[in-house]
């Protein structure tokens, strides 16, 4: 596909006013320990007044969406902050910053630390472990009590405003009897403490949450971004898409088994946000191909039963994808989703304010063209030159 051509583009940032015309949706990935990298992205966006008026979020990042829309917008980061100190106070900080040859195994040290002890606010180990719980028991299935979490949700969430409020909240799960993925949406329902840990459900280490009679795994055992969700929506405003992942698809040969099982994770969570893009952009393209054509027909032709077929062909208003994706420290290993040292969730916070800021300040993002139709891809925190852009 072409790219834009930067020539063609407006000279100057569009003003704060300009951006009630569009809607500003916030897309967060299921990752774990790294979904403090999202929390550092949502910052930056506080920062430049942009204000998401939906989130959409699986495992980790309905955990980040739920903290961001059950809080007044002057304590959305502080309640994030307050979650990650939390869930990362048992492995503190140390004083001074340790030697790049030591990080991997300081990360591991901390990961099996988790799996023994689990995270506060978040986790705790089940006593005695599963295999020795009575079948058929919520204990016999999971390795950890979620019972933290659920009460570190309703300290720092308020799911009145959630369901009262302005922004919008959806999170995926499935459900484990039919295997069919589910959102939840505050847009068709009242969402509670149980949609968010449904969300975030991961088996075996976490229990299936009960919700009206069935229950329900984490999302990303199906798909670990709510992308296409939020795309397969019909809206006729422009749409700012923040798809803020947490694993890269591109990444190195492996040369360990260690590094095969962290490739192989990369790959398995990241390749349905590069799916769902390459669909949304051939939707686009074929439906405002289709538009045209039947524009350019005799009247005779118009009633034709394949013309109508077309004309439902959607064809909506132009979206921006903007990815922003965390890219993996060499010394970070296969358990970095589940490290949750003080150290490291501060490295992912500050990797995600800093690619924010980077992407809303870049030139390519503050004066490219705003069409009315088409759907634009950036991911200038990569060594890109310039968006991808459907065809006019």
Request: charged residues 20%.
């Amino acid at each position: 596909m072409p790219n834009t051509n930067s020539k063609n583009a407006a000279t100057t940032a569009l003003p704060p006013q300009d951006h009630v015309h569009e809607d500003c949706i916030l897309v967060l990935q299921g990752g774990g320990a790294l979904g403090a990298y999202q929390a550092g992205v949502f910052e930056a966006l506080y920062k430049h007044q942009r204000e998401p008026s939906w989130l959409a979020g699986i495992s980790i990042g309905a955990i980040n969406a739920a903290l961001i829309a059950g809080n007044p917008p002057q304590h959305r980061v502080a309640r994030l902050r307050e979650f990650w100190d939390l869930v990362s106070s048992s492995v503190a900080a140390p004083l001074a910053a340790p030697a790049v040859t030591m990080r991997e195994s300081l990360n591991d040290a901390s990961a099996t630390q988790v799996m023994m002890f689990g995270v506060p606010g978040f986790f705790s180990p089940r006593f005695p472990p599963a295999p020795f719980q009575p079948r058929g028991t919520l204990e016999a299935i999971s390795y950890y009590d979620t019972t933290p979490l659920r009460q570190t949700l309703e300290r720092l969430v308020d799911f009145d405003l959630i369901n009262r409020g302005p922004l919008r909240l959806s999170v995926g799960a499935v459900n484990v009897r039919s295997g069919n993925f589910e959102y939840f949406d505050s847009a068709r329902q009242p969402i509670d403490v149980r949609h968010i840990m449904a969300s975030g459900a991961l088996p075996p280490g976490f229990p299936p949450v009960e919700i009206d009679g069935e229950y329900y795994w984490d999302g990303g055992l199906v798909s670990n971004t709510p992308l296409q969700y939020v795309l397969d929506q019909a809206s006729k405003r422009r749409r700012v898409v923040f798809q803020v992942d947490l694993f890269s698809a591109r990444g190195e040969l492996p040369t360990t088994l260690a590094e095969v099982t962290e490739r192989e994770k990369d790959i398995r969570f990241s390749s349905r946000t590069r799916l769902n893009t390459t669909i949304e952009l051939d939707l686009h393209v074929i439906g405002q191909a289709a538009h045209r054509l039947i524009e350019k027909l005799p009247p005779e032709l118009r009633d034709d039963p394949d013309v109508h077929a077309l004309a439902r062909v959607r064809c909506e208003a132009a979206v921006d994808v903007v990815h922003l994706i965390y890219r993996s420290k060499h010394y970070e290993t296969q358990a970095k989703d589940f490290e949750f040292s003080r150290l490291s969730m501060n490295e992912h916070w500050n990797a995600g304010r800093a690619d924010m800021t980077h992407t809303l300040l870049d030139p390519r993002w503050m004066h490219h063209e705003r069409g009315a139709t088409g759907v634009h891809v950036f991911d200038l925190t990569a060594d890109s030159p310039s968006p991808k852009k459907a065809a006019p």
